[in-house]
């Protein structure tokens, strides 16, 4: 039962335009969604945040919105860099704790 | 500060053997996770310890199984070995206060390969 779902395994994007990644959950119950960005032979970093009573956070470059009626939430990099290219993981957290369910990936490239 | 320590990055195992792999989280956290990832499954959940207590559990087997320390450090260790363990295996760490946000702190993980 996969609660967290990203539905793109890959996305393709020229630098300096805009990246939309997207995550699709069905736990209601989520308190907190989390993006963490991973490239190859290293851990999972995390990006950004956004608690389940926002629907909107920003930190430079990445925004992040949740829509909790459609369960769904996105990534947004504006302007994207080829520094980006990296899978990007989509997180929720269940309940409170060290406990984090993740999706399955997208890969982002951002060509030159 | 030091981050997630995992040890060791590469290892080669036979099916039936078991292995054992460490963790040692940044200075001061509590909360040690440990994960699985394999190519189009994402981070699969594993079991998460707070002060060397079981606090949360994944669906994976028996043969998985993992303790924590009085230092915070962790664990995991995988029985009879099987073909579908090869796998990337990540640890995170964090405070673990129920107040915070869920933010982990990943090491680089250790890669098994079973043959």
């Known amino acids: 039962d996969q609660q967290v779902k990203q539905n793109s395994p890959s996305l393709s994007v020229q630098e300096g335009r805009i990246s939309i990644l997207n995550c699709d959950y069905t736990n209601s119950m989520f308190d907190y969604f989390l993006w963490y960005k991973k490239y190859p032979a290293e851990g999972p970093t995390f990006l950004i945040s956004i608690s389940s009573i926002k629907d909107k956070n920003e930190d430079g470059r990445f925004t992040v919105f949740l829509n909790k009626s459609a369960k769904h939430l996105s990534l947004h990099i504006v302007p994207s860099q080829p520094g980006d290219s990296a899978v990007y993981f989509c997180a929720a957290r269940p309940n409170q704790g060290g406990k984090l369910i993740f999706g399955q990936g997208t890969e982002l490239s951002v060509k030159p | 500060k030091a981050g997630v320590t995992q040890t060791p990055r590469y290892l080669i195992k036979t099916r039936g053997q078991q292995v054992t792999l460490s963790c040692s989280p940044i200075?001061?956290?509590?909360?040690v996770s440990w994960y699985q990832q394999t190519p189009g499954q994402g981070l699969q959940f594993l079991f998460e310890y707070f002060s060397e207590t079981q606090r949360n559990k994944g669906n994976f087997p028996g043969r998985f199984s993992g303790r924590q320390f009085s230092n915070s450090r962790s664990e995991m260790n995988v029985s009879t070995l099987e073909l579908g363990d090869s796998a990337l295996y990540l640890c995170?760490?964090?405070?673990?206060?129920?107040?915070?946000?869920?933010?982990?702190?990943f090491g680089e993980g250790s890669r098994l390969t079973v043959l």
């Open positions: 200075s001061g956290h509590r909360s």
């Open positions: 995170a760490s964090s405070t673990g206060g129920l107040a915070a946000s869920g933010e982990l702190f």
